[in-house]
């Protein structure tokens, strides 16, 4: 028997304003990243862009709607313990700690993405959701490995967070241009 789920079309509009919002800060740390590494003001765009990210998706992941809470559950989840984790960073300014708040985060939001490609059949979800558990891998090797200030590695790191941050854009334009409250196609 189904049940009825209460998600009025505002929630749908916050949902996808969480994606814009999180794009906002994907686009400037790609920026703050590239073009303001070495300079002692860029570390200011690093955190507002850091924010800009966990607060889109956190309002995602609290807006998300599937059909199994344990999905929800799990991304949510991994969202607030790596904001949480985010925050210890901001006391500790460990890097290590950095890393792991934004890989929980980017676990979290592979469940966004993935829940998107799923359902309505994004390219750039499926590649997203697939990518960030890679990301997340390259960056605590390249940190283990203690060359995270090698200026090949920051160049390659350069150009795959740009390459994703243009699959994020295209991900949100087809997200806005899609009619609320559409139903899962699957």
């Known amino acids: 028997m189904e049940t009825e789920v209460y998600y009025p079309k505002l929630y749908d509009v916050i949902y996808r304003s969480g994606y814009v919002i999180g794009f906002l800060g994907t686009a400037l740390f790609v920026f703050s990243y590239i073009f303001l590494n070495n300079v002692s003001s860029g570390i200011i765009f690093f955190y507002i862009a850091f924010f800009m990210f966990y607060a889109g998706s956190l309002i995602s992941s609290l807006f998300l709607l599937v059909w199994k809470k344990e999905i929800k559950i799990f991304i949510l989840s991994c969202v607030i313990l790596g904001i949480i984790t985010g925050i210890i960073y901001i006391f500790v300014k460990n890097p290590e700690i950095l890393v792991i708040s ?85």
């Open 102 to 186: 934004a890989g929980l985060v980017l676990a979290g939001l592979s469940g966004l993405y993935g829940k998107e490609a799923h359902c309505f059949h994004f390219f750039e979800g499926w590649i997203l959701m697939w990518s960030f558990p890679l990301i997340i891998f390259a960056n605590l090797l390249i940190f283990g490995l203690k060359a995270e200030n090698n200026g090949v590695v920051h160049l390659v790191f350069s150009f795959i967070y740009g390459i994703m941050a243009l699959l994020a854009f295209s991900f949100l334009i087809k997200k806005i241009k899609q009619p609320l409250m559409q139903f899962c196609q699957n």
